[in-house]
T-cell receptor
Framework: DAGVIQSPRHEVTEMGQEVTLRCKPISGHNSLFWYRQTMMRGLELLIYFNNNVPIDDSGMPEDRFSAKMPNASFSTLKIQPSEPRDSAVYFC???????????FGEGSWLTVV | KQEVTQIPAALSVPEGENLVLNCSFTDSAIYNLQWFRQDPGKGLTSLLLIQSSQREQTSGRLNASLDKSSGRSTLYIAASQPGDSATYLCAVFDRGSTLGRLYFGRGTQLTVWP
């Protein structure tokens, strides 16, 4: 299996622009996580889907952030409008049934200037 | 709320040493605990998963133990090598929320020099 696939790997954008991050989980996994990693705060869970349904979105920082999972093989995390403080590495991860070994993608490195 | 702490934050050792990395968590009601490795500019790679009913797991030179009652886990690395240099994170799946929620420590940054 190719693992969890994220795109883009790197993005530099101007403040106010819309950013869309994409994730393809491992085939057969039914739980998907979006995390954000910064030096200041470490790894933070943004949202957690199970069977394509958002279960826990308490980590989504504000209304500028939204996430969707239209089917079992694709998820997006959107930031609109983006701000410099959103600069971070955004990781997507997947597992089966939420509590087994979790597999991470390589991350999307976002810089908002 | 579950809190996960890792000590030390950084560790620098010569090649060949045996190492112990520590992880503690505040709520013992967990499903499992996982140890991850993160290389610079990369994602996290799962090393070991210990279920709440287990005491330890081993993979090659790595051995992880779990003492759920005291809220502690250790990752033992035998005969360390420069290729082991990375950040090691522990994470617990908490029973307190629906379907579980993974809480991460801040990691231990390990440098093994030749």
């Amino acid at each position: 299996d190719a693992g969890v696939i994220q795109s883009p790997r790197h993005e530099v954008t101007e403040m106010g622009q819309e950013v869309t991050l994409r994730c393809k989980p491992i085939s057969g996994h039914n739980s998907l996580f979006w995390y954000r990693q910064t030096m200041m705060r470490g790894l933070e869970l943004l949202i957690y889907f199970n069977n394509n349904v958002p279960i826990d979105d308490s980590g989504m920082p504000e209304d500028r952030f939204s996430a969707k999972m239209p089917n079992a093989s694709f998820s997006t995390l959107k930031i609109q409008p983006s701000e410099p403080r959103d600069s971070a590495v955004y990781f997507c991860a997947s597992t089966f049934q939420g509590r087994n070994t979790i597999y991470f993608g390589e991350g999307s490195w976002l810089t908002v200037v | 709320k579950q809190e996960v702490t890792q000590i030390p934050a950084a560790l620098s050792v010569p090649e060949g040493e045996n190492l112990v990395l520590n992880c503690s968590f505040t709520d013992s009601a967990i499903y499992n605990l996982q140890w991850f490795r993160q290389d610079p500019g990369k994602g996290l790679t799962s090393l070991l998963l210990i279920q709440s009913s287990q005491r330890e797991q081993t993979s090659g030179r790595l051995n992880a133990s779990l003492d759920k009652s005291s809220g502690r886990s250790t990752l033992y690395i035998a005969a360390s090598q420069p290729g082991d240099s990375a950040t090691y994170l522990c994470a617990v799946f908490d029973r307190g929320s629906t379907l579980g929620r993974l809480y991460f420590g801040r990691g231990t940054q390990l440098t093994v020099w030749p």
